[in-house]
């Protein structure tokens, strides 16, 4: 019994119950007073009623006129009683102006004066209730007029509310049924609200939803992905801490559309994009987010939709720093191959007793790899630069590219924007790498590097097909790539990475394609602020 009263259905109906017991008990109170008054002054005008009859009896108003009671002693009490007897008065008492009694149930009273004043000596009729020697009663006291019509006493008139208090009784009965009626109706109307109720918590008791709603706070806050819940108007019902970080979103986004709290833009877009399914990528100046999109539907019907947020930030920079030891290892690896290759051509012709030709080989060697690095060393001073410059210098001669930098590349060793320059580098040369892979020999990269008082200026050009015009507007747009080789491996972040990093800065990037292509990227410098401020 206790296990069935935790239900929530049965919660609900016990309390409807009482509370329509309570109304209808307290209604029935009011309804008896009301019904109480109501026969009060109904006996009072019956009281009323009689004693107007007795007023209008010729002999009671010949033998009240002053003077003539003595001539009709007897007269006036036996009629009182009659009247009494034949209309179920309690009293019937006749007065004169002088407040003598003429008649009244108790004889001894008769001829005796009343304590108090005649109340319809002005003429009008009296009602209320009395308590007198009789008890309370419903009392009506009427002007008793002479044949002359003028008032020479009055009549008054009581009826015993115990009468009043049975007529009570005998019409309580009936209207109790009827509150018992409506008691029942409302009872049954609350057990079907109760049924409705428990549909639409989908059967869980009230234990049950509060126990769901600590498990969804503690689950929502305690995540580290950004979850975010619209109803079907596109309304946000659910939102966490994560998604608030993530989109930037005010306290008090809940309950208000979606489009109204994030900024217009591409990532309003994807997330208010029903097509978008899952693991959509989008990267924006500070943070590369993963998005997934579900809709929810409940008994085949759509009740909003669940968004996911992945932050994949730092996921990005480790694979980044990955790819740049994957980079200088697969660089070892051919320099490996290489060497191990010069090292035999070297033994062979020391085998074959030719040690001139031998040496003028190493020389050959020494002088060719030495060249470019003195290149490198010579014009560029950030060590990160360089060490990058001569990693992707070996891959390029595993990959049978030329990688040159131009003579008047200039960087000095406190150059800003080092992080920057370093990722728009490598993204850069590692596209020209992969649009030449589909090109016949020769081909070449030419890297320029120019630092100025106002600004740096990076271009990274190849010998390639170059880009389809149609294309160029999308080439930063995440995911987009017009890569086919094999070894390309960045599926179309590359280029959308350089252009965050630079518009964070606050540069350009610039693409031109002629016989090639070549993209020219401008980073601002502190001076540049300083000459344009």
Same mark, same amino acid.
């Given at each position: ?12 109906l ?10 209808m ?6 309804l ?6 109501n ?9 009323a ?9 010729p ?5 009240m006129v ?9 007269q ?10 034949s ?5 019937v008492?006749?007065i ?21 004043p ?6 009008q009729v ?6 007198g020697?009789?008890g309370?009663?419903a009392n009506?006291r ?7 019509d003028?008032?020479?006493?009055? *009549? ?5 509310e ?25 009872a ?10 428990k549909?639409r ?14 498990e969804r ?11 975010l ?8 019902s ?8 993530l ?10 559309p979606l *489009?109204?709290?994030?900024?217009a ?8 994009d ?25 008994r085949?019907?759509?009740h909003?939709?669940?968004i ?13 720093e ?15 191959h ?10 062979g ?10 040496l003028?080989?190493?020389?050959e ?8 690095d003195?290149?490198?060393r ?17 891959e390029a001669s ?6 040159v930098?131009?003579?008047?590349s200039?960087?000095?060793a406190?150059?800003?924007h ?5 990722? *728009?580098l490598?993204n ?6 992969d ?24 271009s ?6 170059g ?35 630079v ?6 990037v610039?693409?031109?394609v002629d ?6 990227v401008t980073?601002?410098?502190?001076v ?6």
């Amino acid at each position: 019994m206790r296990r069935r009263m935790r239900k929530i259905s049965s919660q609900i109906l016990l309390a409807q119950v009482v509370i329509l017991t309570a109304s209808m008990a307290f209604g029935f109170l009011l309804l008896t007073q009301t019904v109480r008054a109501n026969l009060d002054r109904d006996f009072e005008a019956r009281a009323a009623a009689i004693a107007q009859t007795v007023a209008s009896v010729p002999m009671v108003q010949q033998c009240m006129v002053p003077g003539a009671a003595a001539a009709c002693a007897g007269q006036l009490q036996e009629y009182a009683t009659a009247t009494m007897s034949s209309t179920g008065a309690s009293y019937v008492v006749l007065i004169d102006m002088q407040g003598i009694r003429h008649s009244h149930p108790d004889p001894s009273l008769v001829g005796q004066r009343v304590s108090e004043p005649v109340m319809a000596a002005d003429g009008q009729v009296h009602l209320g209730i009395n308590s007198g020697s009789q008890g309370l009663t419903a009392n009506a006291r009427v002007p008793l007029f002479s044949p002359a019509d003028v008032v020479i006493g009055e *009549v008054s008139v009581g009826i015993q509310e115990s009468s009043v208090s049975s007529e009570l009784v005998r019409e309580l009965p009936s209207y109790g049924l009827w509150f018992a009626v409506a008691l029942l109706f409302g009872a049954v109307a609350s057990w079907f609200v109760a049924r409705r109720m428990k549909k639409r918590t989908f059967g869980l008791e009230l234990d049950e939803i509060a126990r769901l709603l600590q498990e969804r706070e503690a689950t929502l806050h305690g995540i580290r992905e950004g979850v975010l819940a619209l109803d079907p108007a596109g309304r946000i019902s659910v939102v966490n801490d994560a998604a608030r970080r993530l989109l930037n979103l005010p306290d008090a986004a809940a309950g208000r559309p979606l *489009v109204e709290v994030v900024a217009a833009g591409e990532l309003r877009d994807i997330l208010i994009d029903p097509s978008v399914g899952v693991d959509e990528l989008f990267v924006t100046s500070e943070l590369c987010l993963v998005v997934n999109r579900m809709p929810v539907v409940l008994r085949g019907k759509p009740h909003g939709t669940v968004i996911t947020l992945r932050d994949r930030t730092d996921l990005e920079g480790l694979a980044r720093e990955l790819d740049g030891q994957r980079s200088l290892t697969e660089s070892l690896r051919a320099q490996q191959h290489e060497f191990t290759n010069r090292l035999h051509a070297i033994a062979g012709l020391l085998e074959l007793d030719r040690p001139v030709d031998a040496l003028s080989y190493l020389n050959e060697l020494r002088g060719t790899s030495a060249d470019f690095d003195e290149s490198v060393r010579s014009r560029i001073a950030v060590p990160q630069i360089v060490g990058l410059l001569l990693g992707k210098a070996a891959e390029a001669s595993e990959r049978g590219v030329e990688l040159v930098i131009a003579p008047d590349s200039h960087l000095d060793a406190d150059a800003r924007h080092v992080q920057a320059l370093t990722t *728009v580098l490598g993204n850069m040369i590692d596209n020209a790498f992969d649009a030449l892979m589909p090109v016949a020999a020769p081909r070449f990269v030419e890297v320029r590097i120019v630092e100025s008082p106002v600004a740096i200026e990076v271009s990274v050009a190849d010998n390639g097909i170059g880009i389809p015009e149609s294309e160029r507007p999308q080439v930063f747009d995440r995911g987009f790539t017009t890569k086919r080789s094999a070894h390309s491996t960045h599926g179309g972040l590359g280029l959308a990475l350089v252009m965050n990093a630079v518009t964070r800065i606050g540069g350009t990037v610039e693409v031109e394609v002629d016989g090639g292509t070549r993209f020219t990227v401008t980073l601002p410098t502190a001076v540049a602020a300083e000459v344009g401020g």
